[in-house]
């Protein structure tokens, strides 16, 4: 499961958010391996970018720039804010830094590894429960909030993050994420570590066994199915409880 390692970022590319409220993810590519990247986020003589996160190949997550502050990763000039694609953009009418985070990937084409897919899935969430759970927002990962560079800025990033950027699928995965909590998105991308997997067996052996007494009630049988029905009902509702899938009252 991902951990979120802090580079940090000593220098001057990165400034205020001068009171704006983050609303926005924009999605990267890196063109660099994440060695690179953590060198060049943290160089004294890196004046001019800077990035939130980086995701690395192996599902590695760095953090360079807090989330409260203004990274330097998708500004765009003036004038082009009322022509950017991205209706946020042009609702916001103002410096896209100022309320973006930004993600960036290791990586030349935008194909992910799974890992990395599965690492990026969790930071979006992380990220929305952070914005909304510090200033409440009532940001989702929708396509509204969640862009790639070259939505903000067609013009000089018309292929960030990348042709093989899995656009689909992670837009996809966010629409179930954004629903979930992060214990819950865990459970459902690393079963085997979290130990889902055992628990989900567990689950549908009892759930086998409900469903043979339902039938065996339904097809006139007496009151001994019955009770067993109410037995494995009972003991698969407790299992469920116990293990945390049922939503706390």
């Known amino acids: ?82 022509l950017s694609p991205a ?12 309320y973006c ?33 510090k200033w409440n927002p009532g940001m989702d990962l929708g396509s509204y909030n969640v862009l790639g560079h070259y939505q903000v800025d067609p013009w000089r990033r018309p292929n960030c993050p990348g042709p093989k950027f899995p656009w689909d699928r992670l837009r996809a995965e966010l629409a179930v994420a954004e629903k979930q909590t992060l214990e819950e998105l865990e459970l459902r991308l690393w079963p085997a570590e979290t130990g889902w997997a055992d628990r989900l067996e567990r689950i549908q052996a009892v759930n086998n066994e409900l469903n043979w007494y339902m039938e065996e009630v339904a097809q006139g049988e007496g009151v001994g199915y019955a009770n067993g029905c109410m037995d494995r009902y009972m003991a698969l509702y407790e299992f469920m409880n116990n293990q945390g899938f049922l939503p706390k009252k």
Request: with cysteine.
């Open 87 to 98: 209706p946020i953009v042009r609702d916001m009418n103002c410096n896209p830094n100022l």
């Open 1 to 82: 499961m991902p951990e979120i390692i802090w580079k940090g970022n000593e220098h001057t590319n990165k400034e205020s958010r001068y009171g704006v409220v983050p609303i926005c993810i924009v999605d990267h590519i890196s063109t660099s391996t994440m060695y690179s990247m953590d060198s060049w986020f943290t160089d004294p003589k890196n004046d001019g970018s800077s990035a939130h996160f980086g995701v690395g190949k192996d599902g590695m997550i760095h953090q360079y720039v807090k989330i409260e502050d203004n990274a330097w990763a998708q500004g765009l000039p003036v004038a082009k804010i009322p």
């Open 101 to 133: 985070v930004s993600i960036e990937h290791e990586g030349t084409d935008g194909e992910l590894t799974e890992e990395q897919f599965k690492a990026t899935v969790w930071l979006h969430r992380y990220i929305m429960q952070y914005i909304n759970d």
